[in-house]
């Protein structure tokens, strides 16, 4: 057993700075990697050492692995730590680290590699004996061949790439006409998103649920489920909101679901944190679909759920100690739900935006968490992906946590840039999310843009607002200035009236 | 003070009246108690409409003034009362302008789907941006003949940079 | 049983914004009051409703109890929620809110009556059973009385207020010589503060820890204990750092505790939420000093342990309704902590400092709440307390969550007043806090402004960072300027020459 | 360029290099790396020394700059190393020294505002220098009689060139 003594965290935003702040509660020295327009993020400013490693794009900085390992060696890192994205699901990365002397933060890079591979983890779980939504039984090779796999397997069904994730690389397929089109198209994009052609054939699940188990695995073999969560608010096969437990469980199903994931885990030799995702069926059937072996997004909703920090648990775990709590069960308290705070335009098709943060007041009070990568006055580079911060809420029960998010989405102030506070706020005052009748189809099935409209109330504040903020130009215009020093005027009237009425995108 | 303001869907004229300390807005035949102070932190504003109390931002954007309530921006214009009388003339001329796509955001135009001289239905895709990882359709506003192509695919542009011209079609 | 709709916040700062955000909630409208000078306080920006109430000293805006009253007849509110200091405790604005139809969200005026005084709450504990400080049975009427009973009870003692409260009206008498002074003192401050000069004494506890319980207690005649919080560490008999469970606490002891506290209330014939306060002298004996008849300050401490919101316990009560959870016991878990960040600076004897809040970065992640009253550009007034933030931090453990509060203290970003931020910064890394061995003699004792002196490391960074700015400022102006056409020196070196060294504050 | 830095209980002189894009400090003998930049947030820099991260706070103080790290504000002073010498000069003679005011920085002396014998008050501007364009006061930091102009107008000047000698008046 080890005891770290510094850690690199070769990662940005928000995941980078939860990291961060675990490792200062340990007493561990932080050590941040910067990419140029990175060099005064949050993270940087946060940390106890920041190195730079290169130039705006991922390519040539957080996903330069011979920098990001040589940087650690230079600085004398024990261990790095991944976050999520970038290196964290990387086999070669983690084999990398082993070969320099450093501890890698995950699973080995066999484990790694065995599950980021859909279709191995297809295999290992078959040999588990936990269900899995029928398919294909490896890789099609030709069009031929996908619509004989497609006949037995009937439509609908899903076209996935074998080394596919992040909701890249998987594609509906309605009817046998599509088929060909999506096909190609799908190759297409694994080929040049993942290097790796290989595609496979699942069914469709009508109306599915996205759940998932927490698991955390120790060196001595122990295998821990931390409870489900349900992912099912998506867009574009993207989350946009957890919460945990899933209001679709109850604790026959829970046990059931966590025997499964633990099966797979156990069967993986897993090691670290890590998330096995199922979809359940309308029925109450789940069916597994993958492995995540690294940190989620969403794992905040876990903590506030059980009282764990996860990031202190994968740091034991990598340190070769055992779980904190050893063999005993973690109860889970209340509920917990996160909405993600991200740069989009939900009204122009969740189209990204991008920006000078111009003032934030974030949420605060009894049960709320906002974990931020952003502060006022930071531009947001166009490199990255477009997570701002997370909201978490914590209370007794769903109802409560559903009250508590849509005031703590009241009191978020973030100007500057477009992003989706409207949309949650839409999301958690919908009857069908607060009856808990949920499904990835949900946003596609109840979300319109013209929902996020302002109402009649707030069409008349701006109105009034504008008159007012013209009334006070204008009185300032024609009171004579202080001094008779500053003759120029504030006034902007003829700047505007220059060009037509704009409207609203 | 009267003053003219339109916003989408809407325009109506706001008179003002100070009564002593009290500032009265009439709008509509309503009468209402204003009362709207600068907050020491940016272009934002407390303002409490008969005690409902509000925070807006208002920001100087383009023709228009933006206004930021509960997360929403809305573009309001503020006019001279009299203009009211100039535009509708105007209106009455009817339309004809060229329109422009633009970039919203700074990226790089990973595809141009038109070309010069091509007839754009209204809501059709001319190009595809790619920002933040994502990649995005480009949809005409309102359609009309490609009069001129101002990027090329693979060029990086600002936001608001104008991607092409199209003419409208007259009926 | 009643349902409110609209309440009214006879209060402000911190608190007013704290009930504002469990009202919101709970779907009830909000209606917040201001001062002039707190016509832009987050209070007025978060409330639904804002209503002026007059000018800034207290007396005439949040103290006035016609103005407080008939706004809240004005604005049709159903009850007034008090928050803590001003109206909290005072049994004539309670009986005004009664006889002007409006419930007061706290007990009755005969409750705050019988229990703001602290020689009848001392009766009714000692017919309860519940022991108490040796003392003077009543007042002292004179000084000679004052001497007799002093030598019964024995030296040090206490002279005592008995309307007092917040840590006035009260006084340590170490020997007979120094009673005659105390005396004339104590007794003059009672009469101008509280308009009663009764006095009684004490026995003085040698190094006490200051303990509470937090109570419930519905119509129904349900008294709940929540647990207890540790106050011990104080300034100016003021708490400054609240902790919950007490480390001197074992179960036994708790149980004690809690039925002590818990008689108390029963025989007051209790309603609300209210805080037992006693005194733990180093044998584990516990002595009933006070009740607050309010929410305290530190009640987050009580709401992370337990996962419950006490506002809404309290908003449920006075409607009628019975505590949300019935006749069962409410589990806490882990350690949660406060510290009160002050606008005061700990060098200068804790001196109340005022000025604008130039910037803010509030601590985020696991485990932290902050419950800010300020935001960016807050100028604050002159006329209230200087609580600017109660930052709450929750972990597994007392170790965990002393280390959290390190970690969120050290990413507090608070500038434009001196403030207190260094100062607990100092108080959870001293040995003896980590070790748990507090009283309420712990900073007299430990506490030297020198311990905040800027260490080599910071020190150095202070010399590096004006040595880089003003090789910035001198690069600037050495620079041709752009055009040709701005002629105005930057430079600001003459200015700055012109007196000696400035010595710090 | 070398700076001469105070802050309570300690001076240094700190030199500045760089050397290709990295910017190199010296002082006491020690060569850290440093990297200064300022935040969109304030009055406020990250600085990196040899890769340790601190957020610093810088604001004109009075007579001094205060930097606020950690929470904790410190004033420093920075000034031109000739200072350190002529201040240890006026240290050794007691009070009732002559000051000297000297070139900030090489460039030329555009006005001589005071002539021999003039009484000076303390913070009055004496001389204006010229340098890359731009002007600025010099100013009297005790004030007193000038005794003695050492240099002419439209005379270049080197960076710590004594301009002008000013006697104390004795009370």
Redesign the interface.
Known sequence: MRSFRRVLIANRGEIAVRVIRTLRELDITSIAVFSEPDRTALHVLMADEAHAIGPGPSSESYLHQDRVIETAVRVKADAIHPGYGFFAENARFAGACAAAGIVFIGPGPETSRALGDKLAARDLARAAGVPMVPGSDGPVGSLDDARAAARAIGYPLMLKAAAGGGGKGMRLVSSESDLEAAWSLTRGEAESAFGDARVYIERAIARPRHVEAQILADASGRVAFLGERECSIQRRHQKLFEETPSPAFDEPLRARFAEAACRIAKRAGYLGAGTVEFILDPSGEFYFLEVNTRLQVEHPVTEMATGLDLVAEQIRIAEGAPLSFGDARVPARGCAMEARIV?EDPR??F?????RI??VRFPQGPGVRNDAGVYRGYEIP?????LLAKLVVWAGDRDGARRRMLRAL?E????GVH?N??FH?WLVSHPEFAAGRLSTRFVDEHFRPAA?D?GRE??E????????????E?LRITLPPANGAESRSTW?WP??????????? | ?K?W????G?D?E?E?HTEGERLV?E?EGRR?D????R???????????N????????S??????D?????????????HPLEKVLQATRSLAGAGFDEVVAA????MIVAIKVKAGDLVARGQAVAVIE????Q?ELVARHGGIVSELLVREREAVR?GQALMRLKPVTA
């Open positions: 740069a122009a098709g189209m990204p935006s991008v920006g111009e003032r166009v490199y990255y992906d477009s009241d978020y102030v973030l100007e992003h506070v409207a706020r996020l302002p707030t069409s504040i701006a109105l009034f607002a504008a008159a007012l903020h013209e009334r006070e204008r902007r700047e505007r009236r220059r060009s037509g009425p704009r409207t609203r995108r | 003070m003053l303001v339109m916003l989408e809407r109506a706001v003002f807005v709008i209402l204003a009362d709207f102070r907050l020491p932190d940016g272009e934002v504003y407390s303002l409490l409409v005690g409902r109390s509000h925070e807006v931002r208002v100087p954007g383009g023709a228009a003034l206004v930021t309530v509960r997360g929403a921006t809305i573009p309001v214009e503020v006019r919203p955001m700074p990226g920002a933040m990882k994502m995005n936001s």
